[in-house]
């Protein structure tokens, strides 16, 4: 037993000497920086102690962004996680040219953000766009998308669920492991098709759907391509790091950027830490 | 009785309705569709005509078939030889973080020592900082090392492992069951052999996953290389496809998703390839004994 | 693990001893733009012709930053890797000014034989004035215009402003009010169309306002010019004369080119020569040009987009250093319209021939050129109060109480500044 032990920090180090040569430098200037008026390009750089977050608290636009992201994270991350589940379990069956499916689906995912997002100020044209094309032939006037303050959140949405596809990948590896055995035996007790998904299937990709609820969170609260080049009307596409990205790159106010940082950091490790504490209750270990 | 019950499920296209595969296939084609469309307008656009692009009444498919766009494209950039550049930093990249993060996810998977948890919570945490405010530090380090205008930065960091990735090989070794070593550690195997021999092969799909999307990480990444590479000899895919912006200038959208088109087909290619072994099952059975 | 020891101490020995070696000649000095593609061969060919002219005595050489250029900019200057010269657009030359990041050019403006200040349109040249001193040598002025549909104010019947007429805001509101609403071509069109673009500070200036004093310090954001200013924008869109910002959905040029609005405030290099030609034979319509209209005291306020290049002041040789400077900014005047430099109206007719129609109002628009005060604080003042505080509210509820919002916009600013 003593011998296991010991092993597996070998295995681990090479990350951890990663990390500290080429991680933990740059978080450690990240907080000392979030204490000064650092402008990037000045060279007159001052300790101003905890004014950046004083100001950030009492600056509505910070609210304002936290509200718009948090908001859209709430919606987006279950809709996308049940998008990205349902559409694995089709594509894991062996129906006929389902690798084509599968390159199909996740192709959204494998465009770089700038060249989706310009597609999507297409998509979204509220009058030549694919999507108010397609309602026109149900008879349905589509609203103005993105140039529209109370469709600009919807907006997103869709975008969301078009990326939807980039999860296929880790579910489709561990889908195939689920031993059919299972599924073998519950079909003899009499199970249709939902119950067979729904108590065996789901128990079964719990880690992996974990998984992609952590990352799910952390890149909700980080989006930010997509946003910057599309905005919306009414600030409704003020997303939490396009107003970061503002004030770092158009202010040059990067200390201040720096502590919205890392304010964005506790609020993520916030929820990071309660959905590890829950792990316990749902997440089915072998 | 029986003989009409029979005869009327018979008939084929009640069948077809009947059975649940229809369905799906509708609903998978519909949604191909829609996942498409987008790449569809990319193509179609390339093959316009400048006045057909410009045109603000939005015509989705061209008159006939410009090609002119892509040699524009070819003459703007060297489009080969940015891809080159990307798939040289991909490959020498990939080879590192994939077996690197392999090896650290099995650490965390299948061992317990002190501190294991907290130095996860680490690594889970280093996923949520914004790169924004730590990309001018390190920029500076890297600086200070005298290696700016250089594939380094983007290649060396990736040998020590990538968080992402670790955090996912992690729950996918925990899938195993807890003593699968057991007997293997009973014959007299080292824990590197272990690694090297069984899990690896075993994790086959998912380091497969892991290296598409190191190399699409690699294929995607404007920020980091626009950061560190000045010299235009050495630059890659994507800083080629910005140079088709402009601040003072127009945008040249036809060409631009000509290009766009060109780069996006290696990727293609190595997802059609990869995708089959993406859902290789493991035959859990072979393994006792 | 004594193995891996020594390959590290090797590697770091080989990385420090290659970053001692990074000397740079004192007379190579290396130019940072944000052209790329088809625009960066233009400009290498420039720099080419400049470094061939100077036989040796200076190397110019070109960094292309393709993309977030201000992020890669802002990053190489923090890494202590600053390129001598860099391009900024105007709003940004008083804070790199005031951060100590570029050069004081004045006494090198002041001596010079081939370019003083003197040589430049008035607006052009104080778009990179701060502190009363000189801190960029401006390459390119973009002012606008008003581009107008001949056609349609011909076959409506409304009498169109002349070349370099001295028309008012007033003028302008008069001829909206006889085009929108009327049918053109089985289209209802309007006047304009105003999204955001053209910027605030055309209005504000519309009645004779400003926003900053002279000397940066004082606000004027609340005087009677601005209500005024302001007034004429409310006008346009509670009169609906100009489409209401929540139905406008595709870009305010398309508006122009469908001819679904009569009238287009834009730079003069915008291109709609060229998407003229490219049109249907029956799409295709007479594009006329005219000065902005007027304010109260008679005064066109044609806003200029203007760039400059600076020098860092991370420079060892100044003087060298401004002597390349200026050789590659007079051949910039060559290059894009329109040359800031008073006099060569003519280059524009060499290098964009299809604006020669325009070249009385492009001079005209030249000489009343105008940006704001841009000082060190001027991106949040811009953001937060004029755009947020002001332009934004306006466009969402034209009905909203504006002189209101100027007062808040205003005394927002003054305690920005510490008035």
């Given at each position: 037993m003593k011998?296991r032990?010991?092993a597996g920090?070998?295995f681990?180090?090479p990350?951890?000497?990663?990390f500290i040569?080429f991680?933990?430098?740059?978080?450690?200037?990240?907080?000392?920086?979030?204490?000064t008026?650092?402008?990037?390009?000045g060279?007159?750089t001052q300790?101003?102690?905890?004014a950046?977050?004083?100001e950030?608290f009492?600056?509505e636009?910070f609210?304002?962004a936290l509200w718009?992201?948090?908001?859209?994270?709430?919606?987006a991350?279950?809709l996308?996680?049940?998008?990205?589940?349902?559409?694995?379990?089709?594509?894991?069956?062996?129906?006929?040219?389902?690798?084509i499916?599968?390159?199909i689906?996740y192709?959204?995912?494998?465009v770089s953000?700038?060249?989706v997002?310009?597609?999507f100020?297409w998509i979204l044209?509220?009058n030549?766009?694919?999507?108010n094309?397609?309602?026109?032939w149900?008879g349905i006037?589509g609203?103005?998308w993105?140039?529209?303050?109370?469709w600009?959140l919807?907006?997103?949405?869709i975008?969301?669920v078009?990326g939807?596809?980039?999860?296929?990948?880790?579910?489709?590896s561990?889908l195939k492991?689920?031993?059919?055995s299972l599924y073998?035996s519950?079909?003899?007790?009499?199970?249709?098709?939902?119950q067979?998904?729904?108590y065996?299937t789901?128990?079964?990709?719990t880690?992996?759907?974990?998984?992609n609820l952590?990352?799910?969170i952390?890149?909700?609260?980080?989006?930010?391509?997509?946003?910057y080049?599309?905005g919306?009307?009414?600030g409704?596409g003020?997303?939490y790091m396009?107003y970061l990205y503002?004030?770092?790159f158009?202010h040059?106010k990067?200390?201040?950027a720096?502590?919205l940082a890392?304010i964005?950091?506790?609020?993520i490790m916030?929820?990071t830490v309660?959905v590890?504490?829950?792990?316990k209750?749902w997440?089915h270990?072998? | 009785?029986t003989t009409?019950?029979t005869?009327?499920?018979?008939?084929?296209?009640k069948r077809?309705?009947?059975h649940?595969?229809?369905?799906?296939h509708?609903a998978?084609?519909l949604?191909s569709?829609?996942?498409?469309l987008p790449f569809?307008w990319?193509?179609?656009t390339s093959?316009k005509?400048e006045s057909e692009?410009?045109n603000p009444?939005?015509v989705?498919?061209?008159q006939?078939?410009h090609i002119a766009?892509y040699?524009r494209?070819?003459?703007?950039?060297p489009?080969?030889?940015?891809?080159?550049?990307?798939?040289?930093?991909?490959v020498l990249k990939?080879?590192?973080?994939?077996?690197v993060?392999?090896?650290v996810?099995?650490g965390?998977a299948?061992?317990q020592f002190k501190g294991?948890?907290v130095?996860?919570?680490?690594l889970?945490?280093t996923?949520?900082?914004?790169y924004?405010v730590?990309?001018?530090?390190?920029?500076?380090i890297?600086?200070f090392l005298?290696?700016?205008?250089?594939?380094?930065?983007?290649?060396?960091?990736?040998?020590?492992?990538?968080?992402?990735?670790?955090?996912?090989l992690k729950?996918?070794?925990?899938?195993f069951?807890?003593?699968?070593?057991e007997s293997a550690?009973?014959d007299?195997?080292?824990h590197f052999?272990?690694?090297t021999?069984?899990?690896i092969?075993?994790a086959?799909p998912?380091?497969?996953?892991?290296?598409?999307?190191?190399?699409?990480g690699t294929?995607n990444?404007?920020?980091?290389q626009l950061?560190y590479i000045n010299d235009?000899?050495k630059?890659?895919i994507q800083?080629?496809?910005?140079s088709?912006?402009?601040?003072?200038g127009e945008?040249?959208?036809?060409?631009l998703?000509a290009a766009?088109?060109i780069a996006?087909i290696p990727i293609?290619a190595i997802?059609?390839y990869?995708?089959k072994?993406?859902?290789?099952?493991?035959?859990?059975?072979?393994?006792?004994? | 693990m004594k193995?891996?020891?020594?390959i590290?101490?090797?590697i770091?020995?080989?990385?420090f001893?290659?970053s001692c070696?990074?000397?740079?000649?004192?007379?190579?000095f290396t130019i940072?733009?944000?052209a790329?593609g088809?625009?960066?061969?233009?400009?290498?060919?420039?720099?080419?012709?400049?470094?061939?002219?100077?036989?040796?005595?200076y190397?110019i050489?070109?960094?292309?930053i393709?993309?977030?250029?201000?992020i890669?900019?802002s990053?190489?200057?923090?890494?202590?890797?600053?390129?001598?010269?860099?391009w900024l657009?105007?709003e940004l030359i008083?804070?790199?000014?005031d951060l100590?990041?570029?050069?004081?050019?004045?006494?090198?403006?002041e001596?010079?034989?081939s370019l003083n200040?003197?040589?430049?349109y008035e607006?052009?040249?104080?778009?990179?004035?701060?502190?009363?001193?000189y801190?960029?040598?401006?390459w390119?002025?973009n002012p606008?215009?008003?581009y107008?549909?001949?056609?349609?104010?011909q076959?409506?019947?409304?009498e169109a402003?002349t070349?370099?007429d001295d028309?008012?805001?007033?003028?302008?509101?008069?001829i909206?009010r006889q085009?929108a609403?009327?049918?053109y071509?089985?289209?209802?069109v309007?006047?304009?169309?105003i999204?955001g673009?053209p910027?605030?500070?055309?209005?504000?200036?519309s009645?004779?306002g400003?926003?900053l004093?002279?000397?940066?310090?004082?606000?004027?954001l609340?005087s009677?010019?601005?209500v005024?200013?302001?007034?004429?924008?409310?006008t346009?869109?509670r009169?609906?004369l100009?489409p209401?910002?929540?139905?406008?959905s595709?870009a305010?040029n398309v508006y122009f080119e469908r001819?679904?609005?009569?009238?287009y405030?834009?730079?003069?290099?915008?291109?709609?020569?060229k998407?003229?030609l490219?049109?249907p034979?029956?799409?295709r319509?007479?594009l006329?040009?005219?000065?902005?209209?007027t304010?109260p005291n008679?005064?066109?306020?044609?806003f200029?987009?203007?760039a400059?290049?600076?020098m860092?002041t991370r420079?060892k040789?100044k003087?060298?250093?401004?002597?390349?400077?200026?050789?590659?900014?007079?051949?910039?005047?060559?290059?894009?319209i329109?040359?800031?430099?008073?006099?060569?109206?003519d280059n524009?007719?060499?290098?964009?021939?299809?604006?020669?129609?325009?070249?009385?109002?492009?001079?005209?628009?030249?000489?009343n050129?105008?940006?704001?005060n841009y000082?060190?604080?001027?991106?949040?003042?811009?953001?937060?109060?004029l755009?947020?505080g002001l332009y934004m509210?306006i466009l969402q509820?034209?009905?909203?109480?504006?002189?209101?919002?100027?007062?808040?916009?205003?005394?927002?600013i003054?305690s920005?500044?510490?008035d």
């Amino acid at each position: 037993m003593k011998k296991r032990k010991s092993a597996g920090i070998y295995f681990v180090l090479p990350w951890v000497i990663g990390f500290i040569l080429f991680t933990l430098l740059p978080m450690i200037a990240a907080v000392f920086i979030s204490f000064t008026d650092w402008s990037i390009v000045g060279s007159n750089t001052q300790w101003i102690g905890l004014a950046n977050y004083r100001e950030i608290f009492q600056a509505e636009q910070f609210w304002h962004a936290l509200w718009i992201t948090f908001r859209y994270a709430i919606i987006a991350i279950p809709l996308v996680i049940v998008t990205s589940f349902t559409v694995s379990v089709m594509l894991s069956k062996n129906i006929r040219h389902v690798g084509i499916y599968r390159v199909i689906y996740y192709m959204p995912a494998i465009v770089s953000g700038v060249a989706v997002s310009i597609v999507f100020r297409w998509i979204l044209d509220p009058n030549n766009g694919l999507i108010n094309f397609m309602l026109s032939w149900l008879g349905i006037n589509g609203p103005n998308w993105l140039y529209d303050p109370e469709w600009v959140l919807p907006s997103y949405l869709i975008m969301a669920v078009w990326g939807a596809g980039g999860g296929i990948l880790t579910y489709l590896s561990a889908l195939k492991d689920v031993p059919t055995s299972l599924y073998e035996s519950a079909e003899m007790d009499g199970a249709n098709q939902f119950q067979k998904t729904w108590y065996i299937t789901v128990p079964m990709m719990t880690p992996i759907i974990f998984y992609n609820l952590i990352i799910g969170i952390i890149s909700a609260f980080r989006k930010f391509t997509d946003a910057y080049v599309l905005g919306g009307a009414g600030g409704e596409g003020e997303f939490y790091m396009v107003y970061l990205y503002e004030q770092a790159f158009a202010h040059y106010k990067m200390g201040y950027a720096t502590a919205l940082a890392w304010i964005l950091f506790i609020v993520i490790m916030f929820l990071t830490v309660i959905v590890n504490v829950s792990k316990k209750f749902w997440v089915h270990t072998a | 009785m029986t003989t009409s019950h029979t005869n009327q499920n018979n008939h084929p296209l009640k069948r077809f309705i009947l059975h649940k595969s229809t369905w799906i296939h509708i609903a998978l084609i519909l949604g191909s569709v829609i996942m498409i469309l987008p790449f569809i307008w990319m193509i179609s656009t390339s093959l316009k005509t400048e006045s057909e692009i410009i045109n603000p009444q939005m015509v989705f498919f061209p008159q006939g078939f410009h090609i002119a766009n892509y040699v524009r494209a070819f003459q703007i950039i060297p489009i080969f030889r940015y891809m080159g550049n990307t798939v040289l930093i991909a490959v020498l990249k990939i080879f590192g973080e994939v077996f690197v993060s392999a090896a650290v996810a099995y650490g965390f998977a299948r061992f317990q020592f002190k501190g294991k948890n907290v130095i996860f919570m680490v690594l889970l945490a280093t996923m949520m900082l914004p790169y924004e405010v730590t990309m001018i530090p390190t920029f500076i380090i890297w600086s200070f090392l005298g290696l700016t205008d250089n594939y380094t930065p983007l290649i060396l960091p990736a040998y020590f492992g990538s968080a992402s990735f670790i955090f996912f090989l992690k729950m996918y070794f925990e899938t195993f069951p807890k003593d699968y070593e057991e007997s293997a550690l009973i014959d007299g195997a080292t824990h590197f052999q272990i690694f090297t021999k069984i899990f690896i092969p075993l994790a086959k799909p998912a380091l497969i996953t892991i290296g598409l999307w190191a190399f699409m990480g690699t294929w995607n990444d404007l920020l980091g290389q626009l950061i560190y590479i000045n010299d235009p000899n050495k630059y890659t895919i994507q800083l080629g496809l910005a140079s088709f912006n402009s601040l003072s200038g127009e945008i040249l959208w036809g060409p631009l998703m000509a290009a766009s088109f060109i780069a996006l087909i290696p990727i293609i290619a190595i997802l059609l390839y990869a995708q089959k072994y993406f859902v290789e099952g493991v035959k859990m059975s072979g393994i006792k004994g | 693990m004594k193995k891996i020891l020594r390959i590290m101490i090797i590697i770091l020995v080989t990385v420090f001893t290659v970053s001692c070696t990074d000397n740079k000649p004192s007379n190579e000095f290396t130019i940072a733009t944000w052209a790329a593609g088809t625009e960066l061969s233009e400009f290498n060919a420039i720099v080419k012709d400049v470094n061939e002219a100077a036989m040796g005595k200076y190397v110019i050489k070109t960094l292309s930053i393709p993309s977030d250029y201000y992020i890669k900019l802002s990053t190489q200057i923090a890494g202590n890797k600053a390129p001598e010269f860099f391009w900024l657009t105007q709003e940004l030359i008083s804070k790199y000014a005031d951060l100590g990041a570029i050069t004081d050019l004045t006494p090198y403006l002041e001596q010079s034989e081939s370019l003083n200040v003197d040589d430049y349109y008035e607006g052009v040249i104080n778009s990179a004035k701060f502190n009363d001193q000189y801190w960029g040598l401006p390459w390119i002025a973009n002012p606008f215009i008003v581009y107008y549909n001949k056609t349609m104010f011909q076959t409506l019947g409304v009498e169109a402003p002349t070349a370099t007429d001295d028309w008012s805001w007033d003028d302008f509101i008069a001829i909206s009010r006889q085009i929108a609403g009327k049918t053109y071509r089985d289209k209802q069109v309007y006047a304009t169309v105003i999204e955001g673009n053209p910027n605030i500070e055309t209005f504000i200036w519309s009645g004779g306002g400003d926003i900053l004093d002279e000397d940066g310090k004082t606000v004027l954001l609340d005087s009677e010019g601005t209500v005024k200013g302001i007034s004429n924008l409310v006008t346009l869109f509670r009169e609906n004369l100009i489409p209401q910002y929540n139905s406008i959905s595709y870009a305010r040029n398309v508006y122009f080119e469908r001819q679904e609005v009569a009238m287009y405030m834009g730079g003069i290099q915008d291109d709609f020569e060229k998407k003229i030609l490219l049109m249907p034979e029956e799409d295709r319509f007479e594009l006329g040009y005219a000065p902005i209209p007027t304010d109260p005291n008679g005064q066109s306020n044609p806003f200029d987009w203007t760039a400059s290049t600076v020098m860092s002041t991370r420079v060892k040789d100044k003087d060298l250093a401004y002597e390349a400077l200026e050789a590659l900014t007079l051949a910039f005047f060559t290059w894009k319209i329109a040359p800031p430099i008073k006099g060569s109206i003519d280059n524009i007719g060499v290098i964009a021939p299809e604006k020669i129609p325009a070249l009385d109002t492009i001079q005209h628009a030249l000489d009343n050129a105008r940006s704001a005060n841009y000082t060190e604080l001027w991106t949040i003042i811009s953001d937060t109060y004029l755009w947020r505080g002001l332009y934004m509210p306006i466009l969402q509820n034209p009905n909203v109480d504006y002189v209101d919002l100027i007062q808040k916009a205003a005394s927002g600013i003054r305690s920005k500044i510490g008035d």
